[in-house]
């Protein structure tokens, strides 16, 4: 005590890692083995669509086939999950155009918008016409945010999407609003943890697999970037993904593989 000093406390993590791996290996190998009798029920329920079955038949059919495709869905978030995890995805950054991404996704998603009668707008601040990203990991966190909007808010309703500069010109940040319910304050926080829905629309949302955001956050990290949820003051949610614009001397067209 009456000397200075200093304790140093090392913990060997050796073992934690080692139960990690095997946890992650786990999960892509039995995500993998699913897939296989997954196609295979699916082609059978295909199969049987076309004979001749009563309508009670066709409602255990339907089911099924409701059933597996969810399964599938599943699976294959939770393979690319494993796949993230395990740093198998690389980076290919090249200057991407908000407008083309913008434009591509309401072109693609316009079934969705259509079935609900719901209408897709977007607006480009000047400035922030072109993010320097993986194209590909750019529009499955787009795809997935605009999909998860026009499911959680209500016919007839405009879902916004925008492209601005913040604080300094270094940051780009991509928008996607709603006019849903929003997300209750508690759960804000942990929308973005894999398999976590908000309570109250689990039982109408068969439709989810609950890591669609945890991806999302997965291929912004990827990036260097930061993806956030908040409710806007008139109702509604709000999805800001931030990239840092550092790498805004590739915009003449270079690709720079990255790991
Ligand atoms: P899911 O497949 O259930 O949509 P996600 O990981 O994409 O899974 O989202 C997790 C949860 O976050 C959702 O189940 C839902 O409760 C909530 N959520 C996501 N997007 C929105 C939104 N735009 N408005 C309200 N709640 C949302």
Not at 242 to 254: C, E, H, Q, V, Y
Request: a negative charge; charged letters at 25%; proline letters at 3%.
């Amino acid at each position: 005590q009456d000397k200075p000093g200093v304790a140093v406390v090392l913990h060997d993590i050796t073992e934690l890692r080692r139960v990690e791996q095997i946890r992650e290996d786990f999960v892509a190998n039995v995500s993998h083995e699913l897939r296989t009798p997954l196609t295979a029920i699916r082609g059978s329920v295909d199969a049987l669509v076309e004979e001749n079955i009563s309508p009670a038949q066709q409602r255990f059919l339907d089911i099924i086939a409701r059933n597996t495709l969810r399964m599938e869905r599943l699976v294959s978030d939770l393979l690319r999950l494993a796949r993230l995890d395990a740093g198998q995805e690389r980076l290919q950054l090249v200057p991407c155009s908000t407008q083309s991404l913008f434009k591509s996704l309401a072109c693609e998603l316009t079934t969705n918008l259509q079935e609900r009668h719901q209408q897709l707008q977007w607006n480009i601040d000047q400035g922030a016409d072109v993010v320097v990203a993986d194209p590909v990991k750019l529009h499955d966190i787009f795809r997935n945010l605009i999909e998860n909007a026009t499911h959680y808010s209500p016919d007839n309703s405009t879902i916004s999407l925008r492209a601005a500069m913040k604080r300094s010109v270094d940051e780009i940040v991509l928008s996607v609003s709603d006019r849903g319910n929003g997300i209750p304050e508690p759960d804000l926080s942990r929308i973005f943890e894999r398999f976590y829905r908000v309570e109250q629309l689990r039982s109408d949302n068969t439709r989810g697999t609950g890591l669609g955001l945890a991806i999302v956050k997965h291929l912004v990290g990827l990036h260097g970037g930061e993806v956030s949820a908040m409710n806007r003051p008139d109702g509604g949610a709000i999805f800001e993904v931030t990239f840092s614009d550092r790498n805004g001397n590739l915009k003449d067209g270079a690709i720079v593989g990255n790991s």
